[in-house]
């Protein structure tokens, strides 16, 4: 019993740990005051100056196109990663391992060296960087985990499924769409999900591939506000809204995956 | 072999081309460029200067096995903290610790840097000085729940059947751990150690933010030289790093083989 009390206690004061800068941040959303950390009294002034969009124009921009990046990037790898995965499962033992070693490549790579070799990538290519670049680059890094995603899937399909319904009379795009697609889809939601993710969060690969004309996205304008020295206090109420919002959206869909498995 | 390329194209391995010609593209090309960078000087001429560079630069090479230092410290401060609670939500009932779990991973949606920013306000509050002490802590704050979700993972698929036998023979609780869990959790714990220790040395501007600019790590250097235009300095240093992940990738494949191995003949 004392065992299973201070095992509790331990993970509660972890969490306690992770959670205190994000409880921070919504706390310090409610005051007006320009550097994180004081208080100035109550107020939702930041609240208001964030939904009337006249007043931060830039850091709304960079969340648009945040999203927008994060939606085609994620959308694209998730079709060229499940073209891919059902390829490689139809992959040679040999073979399969070869493009699975490219495949671990910019997982393995880190951030850093991604953004590096892109960047070097569109300099002598004599392209220059803004949105396409940075899309192209974020469904780089993308990709891989989506056909990490759908390859187990794959696996763990019955492959006489697929040739019964061949045998029936289907053609192969049909046999595709009602037999395969229908079994991969919970590994490309689940891989669009990661992408999803990855690409709202990722600085360091788009720092290097968002060339110099202004264009800006949350991480970016984030960093460039932290090196002059202080966050735009607008970014505390839109951080607790993200966060608020995500949270919700889980709670959501754990609710509804508790019941579909009753 | 005309034919033979027609026999392909009409099967289904032909799938793979599109990602394939893509990842040639954006993933081999570049990194192969990076290589071409680090061998060239600014005229395109081969050369080894970029490397004779860091090499009579005490300060790059101080920072360069300083950033491992942080990194391997990190990764096991991560290690100790994480295995522990991985464990207890491995132990917890299903339902419970898979929420456990998600409150563990959601903080990271929240973007990295106001985290870090956050972390930053947290140590002003209580007046703890930024440096070293707070950039370890600020590194093992956002990169713990990578090291505790994977060994949570294996944990949570091992037999529990083992531990009950490891009891049955009369082993007590240290030697059950050491001797059971500890084996059978080795996948995890390799590739908690893998996505903390590769994302912790190349990172920049983390470091940045919780010294206030006052440490420099091996990432920051690499990111200074190439806004500065120094790409195919910048690039040789990226090679170095490129070959510090890579020997860090082959020890921990290699070691998964060898408790994969052990596994089988426990």
């Known amino acids: 019993m004392v065992k299973k009390i201070f095992a509790q206690t331990y993970l509660w004061i972890l969490l306690l740990l992770l959670y205190s800068p994000i409880v921070i941040i919504i706390i310090y959303s409610f005051t007006e005051a320009k550097v994180l950390g004081n208080w100035t009294g109550f107020s939702t002034k930041l609240y208001t100056n964030l939904l009337h969009t006249g007043t931060h124009h830039s850091l709304m921009n960079a969340l648009v196109n945040t999203i927008t990046i994060a939606l085609i990037a994620a959308t694209a790898s998730t079709l060229l990663g499940s073209i891919a995965a059902i390829g490689i499962f139809n992959l040679k033992a040999r ?31 004599g392209i220059s960087q803004g949105y396409v670049t940075v899309v192209l680059a974020h469904i780089t890094f993308c990709t891989p985990y989506v056909v990490l995603s759908v390859l187990p899937r794959l696996k763990q399909m019955n492959p006489n ?11 192969p795009m049909q046999a595709l769409r009602k037999v395969i697609f229908p079994e991969i889809r919970p590994g490309m939601i689940s891989g669009f999900m990661l992408a999803l993710t990855l690409s709202i969060d990722d600085f360091a690969v788009t720092v290097f591939t968002i060339g110099n004309e202004g264009l800006e996205t ?45 | 072999m005309n034919k033979k390329f027609l026999i392909f194209l009409s099967s289904r391995k032909s799938w793979t081309l599109p990602y394939l010609i893509f990842a040639a593209i954006f993933v081999v090309i570049p990194l192969l460029l990076i290589v071409v960078y680090a061998f060239t000087d600014d005229n395109g001429h081969l050369t080894l200067a970029n490397f004779e560079k860091f090499f009579q630069h005490p300060e790059s090479i101080n ?29 917890s009932k299903l339902n419970r610790s898979k929420t456990m779990v998600v409150l563990f991973i959601l903080p990271m949606w929240v973007n990295i840097l106001v985290r870090t920013l956050a972390t930053v306000a947290l140590f002003d509050f209580f007046s703890i000085p930024l440096g070293e002490g707070a950039l370890i802590f600020g590194m093992v704050y956002n990169f713990i729940p990578f090291m505790i979700y994977p060994i949570y993972n294996t944990l949570q698929k091992m037999d529990h059947s083992y531990i009950e036998a490891a009891q049955d023979l009369g082993a007590n609780p240290l030697q059950v751990f050491l001797k059971a869990v500890l084996p059978l959790s080795m996948p995890g714990i390799m590739s908690g150690i893998m996505m903390v220790f590769m994302p912790t040395i190349s990172t920049f501007a983390i470091a940045e933010l919780l010294t206030m600019n006052n440490i420099k790590l091996f990432g920051t250097t690499i990111q200074e030289n190439i806004n500065n235009s120094m790409w195919n300095y910048g690039a040789a240093l990226s090679l170095i790093m490129l070959l510090l992940i890579a020997a860090t990738s082959l020890f921990s494949t290699d070691d998964k083989d060898n408790t994969n191995e052990g596994g089988g003949l426990w």
């Open chain 1, 95 to 125: 073979t399969r391992k070869a493009v699975g070693f490219v495949n671990s490549i910019p997982i393995l790579n880190g951030d850093i060296i991604t953004g590096i070799s892109l960047f070097l990538l569109f300099v002598s290519l």
């Open chain 1, 161 to 171: 499924i697929y040739e019964a319904a061949l045998d029936l009379g289907a053609t």
């Open chain 1, 218 to 262: 949350l991480s970016t304008y984030i960093y460039a506000d932290a090196r002059k020295g202080g966050l735009t206090p607008e970014l505390r109420p839109l951080s607790a809204i993200i966060f608020i919002v995500v949270l919700a959206l889980l709670i959501v869909l754990n609710r509804r995956a508790g019941k579909a498995k009753k």
């Open chain 2, 63 to 91: 920072t360069f096995v300083y950033s491992i230092g942080i990194a391997i410290i990190t990764t096991v401060a991560c290690l100790l903290l994480g295995y522990p609670a991985a464990w207890i939500l491995s132990n």
